[in-house]
């Protein structure tokens, strides 16, 4: 059964960057075609995709986070990152990794996700 | 793509039939997906391109579309679904999710 699972800073200062990495267990990071994804959701609020990473390192963001997000990935450690520059009160949010499955579709929905890792953004 | 759902809040019996509502504002051309949502725990993928459930999911899930407009009902509510509900449409790279339901016990 694969587990997906986050870890990072649960507390960071405004205008400083935010990282994350999910650690996935249960089978290699680079078996068939997924993506690997950061969906977030803020206090009370909607999911929010951040973006995508290939297990051959390509990326998608969504637009308007694309300026401060970076996603990284190590197949030797079996694990994605995520770092979101110049954070505010509004990156306040709970963060999720995810599994992204195609196949023959357009694009990615999400079929494993992790538990999901609280940030606070404050001083 | 925005996708809007609704109800935001809704609230049924154990044993309701409980129908959400999920409109995207262009076509996309069935690819949607349904995921369950309780606190503290990871979103659970009940349902993707519309109709087509996820393994294990129980068989009283199900989706449909009609154009723009897709629906996620559940037969016979039991205790274990009470709990938010989101859409996403996966037509674009930019995937987006709708605002959620939240299925409250009545």
């Known amino acids: 059964q694969l587990q997906l699972q986050e870890s990072g800073s649960g507390l960071v200062m405004p205008s400083q960057t935010l990282s994350l990495t999910c650690s996935v267990s249960g089978d290699s990071i680079t078996t068939g075609e997924y993506s690997w994804s950061w969906i977030r959701q803020p206090p009370g609020k909607a999911l929010e995709w951040i973006g995508y990473i290939s297990q051959r390192g390509s990326t998608y963001y969504n637009p308007p986070l694309k300026s401060r997000v970076t996603m990284s990935i190590d197949t030797s450690k079996n694990h994605f990152s995520l770092n979101l520059t110049s954070v505010t009160a509004a990156d306040t949010a709970v963060y999720f990794c995810a599994r992204g499955h195609r196949g023959l579709h357009p694009s990615y929905y999400f079929d494993y996700w992790g538990h999901g890792t609280l940030v606070t953004v404050s001083s | 793509i925005q996708m809007t759902q609704s109800p935001s809040t809704l609230s049924a019996s154990v044993g309701d039939r409980v129908i959400i509502t999920c409109r995207a504002s262009?076509?996309?051309?069935?690819?949607l997906a349904w995921y369950q949502k309780k606190p503290g725990k990871a979103p659970k993928l009940l349902i993707y391109?519309?109709?087509t459930l996820e393994s294990g999911v129980p068989s009283r899930f199900s989706g449909s579309e009609s154009g723009t407009e897709f629906t996620l009902t559940i037969n016979s509510l039991q205790p274990d679904d009470f709990a938010t509900y989101y859409c996403?449409?996966?037509?674009?790279?930019?995937?987006?999710f709708g605002g959620g339901t939240k299925v409250e016990i009545k």
């Open positions: 262009h076509s996309i051309s069935g690819w």
């Open positions: 391109k519309a109709s």
């Open positions: 996403q449409q996966y037509n674009s790279f930019t995937v987006t």
